[in-house]
């Protein structure tokens, strides 16, 4: 389907479903009445909301007595700024005296059926303990990175909370990202410790990694150690002096509590990079108070989490989405988290549903080309397991399809259970937008109405806001404790980011309408800045890869629409003078931008364009080139700054030949 059709089937959807009454009187929202007063009460006074949902949630060492002093015109954010906490504490800490020691804080399901570990809060508590005394003695003090590459095994996890337990910040590289990713991210954020495995499992297949972190940190003089879990039982090369095992450490016998860093409520809690429309992936910026206040009432509001409850987001921990909603919300609110190695369609694609059946999942968070993916398995994969145990799903990543939303709704949630379509980002550190599981009326393809707090607003260009059902840009009026601090040392990049344009405002980059009920339909990416898979890749960052090769003169990277991942990668290359093309050379620029970035920057379409659309002033007109990979080829708009308009037709018949 067309992007353009998306979007017309999205307008015309009218379909409503109720909240069920099943488990209304139990859940932390009951009515929409009830959403409306909070609602209410966040805007009328936002310090005293937070104020209050922060003293429910958190255990503070020192009670924040400040809500938000904020200007988001300079931009200055801070959050509870008198008050101190630490995140491990809040995590694991005080559940061992709650009720919850023996409870499962975490159900690690790894690709292997038989590969299964439960931790509990009493056993995460004393590994995350043991693990940041290992990094206190490599020399780890507060406010140092700590970089972890890592596959979803519970070690990252484990990480994770012991950096917070020292207060170090940790940054986080999904380690499907290469060599060079890595690298990058490393030198940026001036990491101490890079923590890493031998290999990956991935589809029945083991994948080195650990050769990746020694090519990443040929170039990284800040690294002192690299810690490496064993996890494929592979033999990794170790750099003597540099690395060590996992276990080796984790077997020392002066090793033991820690005691957790009384952090500030504004101090760093973690960085992770994300790509923009221009230059390198930035470092966002999370911190302490806010950031966990946000995560652990989003936790709620938007899952329904309750004590007894088994709950599965299906994200990979290297993306936000694993940060905010496997580790950091869940175990603030003493729930159990699942976490998963494996892939949706391996060893068969009713893995998902099998694991669902197996640890009678109650909570299940995924993306919606996930539910693309499965939906073309056929519904029989689906119906060879219990999944009665399901009450809340939920989506996440790009705008759910309508059909897929009904699909989901239907076989996985017997055309009974409320979808969560949760609208945010890596910088809005949790859910902005999204439906209340036991309040909200839904509408298929709309992320619904902006959570307590959340004010969220349609504006023009001029900053403006617009009228019920015309688009605009999606922008935040009011400040929100999860809201990203910063980019790491570049306080140029954070304003002009999200806080010029739009001044007071943070701009998210996205477009949507809000209808005349209020409710907020999200149409993606108004920037260069494209979304495979749900996850956000910048075509500049693509372009520079491919310009990297030496065959390569030019290039423009655009999104495609793609039935299953939402969009993919589509590259016009321009060669250098007397470069032949050929199918080696696409194979070889694929490969090159898989060793550059990583395999979700590969494109999936390369076409060789002697010329680009170019104005006279020498800007590429990208959405000419969008509109030819969408297979599109009138609707150009004004096309006669072009300085050569005949590019264009050379162009369709190069996409001709190519699709
Ligand atoms: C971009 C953020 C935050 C989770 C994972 C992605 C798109 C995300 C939705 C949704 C429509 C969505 C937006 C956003 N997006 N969720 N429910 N409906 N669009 O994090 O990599 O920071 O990407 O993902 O375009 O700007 P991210």
Redesign the pocket.
């Known amino acids: 389907m067309s992007e353009q059709s998306k979007i017309q089937s999205m307008m015309q959807e009218k379909r409503l479903f109720e909240p069920p009454t099943e488990g209304q009187d139990k859940a932390w929202v009951k009515s929409i009445d009830e959403y409306e007063a909070l609602y209410k009460q966040s805007m009328d006074d936002p310090d005293g909301f937070w104020l209050n949902r922060t003293k429910d949630l958190l255990t503070w060492f020192k009670d924040p007595t400040k809500g938000s002093t904020s200007d988001l015109n300079k931009p200055e954010v801070k959050w509870f700024e008198d008050g101190t906490l630490n995140v491990a504490y809040n995590c694991l800490d005080r559940h061992l005296t709650d009720g919850r020691r023996n409870k499962a804080a975490i159900i690690w399901q790894g690709e292997p059926d038989e590969d299964v570990k439960v931790y509990t809060y009493q056993m995460l508590h004393d590994e995350v303990n043991k693990f940041a005394s290992v990094l206190k003695k490599k020399g780890v003090k507060r406010g140092d990175r700590v970089a972890l590459y890592l596959p979803m095994v519970p070690e990252l996890s484990i990480a994770m909370l012991a950096c917070a337990r020292i207060g170090a910040m940790h940054s986080i590289v999904f380690a499907g990202f290469s060599a060079m990713s890595l690298q990058n991210r490393i030198q940026d954020c001036e990491a101490k410790v890079l923590v890493t495995a031998d290999a990956v499992l991935r589809a029945g297949r083991t994948i080195p990694l650990k050769p990746n972190a020694d090519e990443a940190l040929k170039d990284c003089p800040t690294v002192s150690s690299c810690v490496v879990v064993n996890r494929a039982g592979s033999d990794a090369p170790m750099q003597s002096g540099r690395d060590t095992w996992w276990n080796d450490e984790m077997a020392a016998d002066d090793l033991g509590f820690v005691e957790p860093e009384k952090m500030n409520a504004e101090d760093n809690l973690f960085i992770l990079y994300?790509?923009g429309s221009t230059g390198k992936p930035k470092g966002v910026v999370h911190t302490t108070g806010g950031y966990l206040t946000y995560v652990a009432s989003t936790m709620q509001y938007v899952f329904d989490m309750q004590d007894n409850d088994v709950y599965w987001c299906t994200?990979d921990i290297g993306?936000?989405?694993g940060h905010s909603y496997i580790v950091y919300g869940p175990l603030a609110n003493g729930g159990t988290s699942l976490m998963f190695e494996g892939v949706p369609s391996y060893p068969a694609p009713d893995r998902f549903w099998q694991i669902v059946d197996k640890f009678k999942v109650n909570i299940f968070y995924t993306a919606p080309t996930v539910i693309r993916a499965l939906m073309r398995e056929g519904v029989e994969w689906t119906q060879k397991h219990d999944m009665s145990s399901l009450r809340v799903l939920g989506?996440?990543?790009?705008?759910?399809n309508p059909e897929a939303w009904m699909w989901y709704h239907e076989h996985i949630g017997a055309s009974k259970l409320p979808i969560v379509?949760?609208?945010?980002?890596?910088?809005?550190g949790g859910?902005m937008?999204?439906p209340m599981p036991y309040a909200t009326t839904l509408k298929p393809g709309s992320?619904t109405r902006p959570l307590p707090g959340i004010d969220a607003a349609i504006v023009d260009s001029e900053g403006v806001e617009v009228p019920a059902n015309e688009g605009g840009n999606l922008v935040i009026r009011k400040p929100w404790p999860g809201m990203l601090r910063g980019v790491y040392r570049n306080p140029d990049r954070y304003k002009s980011t999200y806080f010029e344009r739009f001044p007071g405002m943070y701009e998210?980059?996205?477009g949507a309408r809000r209808d005349e009920d209020g409710y907020f339909w999200?149409m993606?990416?108004l920037d260069d800045?494209i979304?495979v898979s749900?996850?956000?890749m910048g075509t500049a960052e693509i372009e520079s890869a491919l310009v990297s090769h030496p065959a390569v003169a030019e290039a423009a990277v655009v999104g495609m629409p793609h039935d299953i991942k939402g969009e993919s990668i589509y590259a016009y290359v321009t060669l250098s003078a007397g470069i032949e093309e050929s199918d080696e050379l696409i194979v070889e620029l694929r490969t090159h931008v898989r060793k550059e970035i990583g395999p979700i920057a590969s494109p999936e379409a390369i076409q060789f364009a002697e010329g680009l659309p170019k104005t006279r002033s020498g800007k590429i007109m990208r959405r000419v080139l969008r509109k030819i990979a969408a297979g599109v080829f009138d609707e150009f708009g004004d096309t006669s700054t072009l300085a050569d308009p005949a590019v264009i037709d050379v162009l369709i018949d190069g996409y001709h030949e190519i699709m």
């Open positions: 994300t790509s994200a993306w936000v989405t989506s996440v990543g790009e705008p759910i379509d949760t609208w945010w980002q890596t910088e809005t859910i937008m999204s992320c998210s980059g996205d999200v993606g990416r800045v979304n749900g996850h956000r």
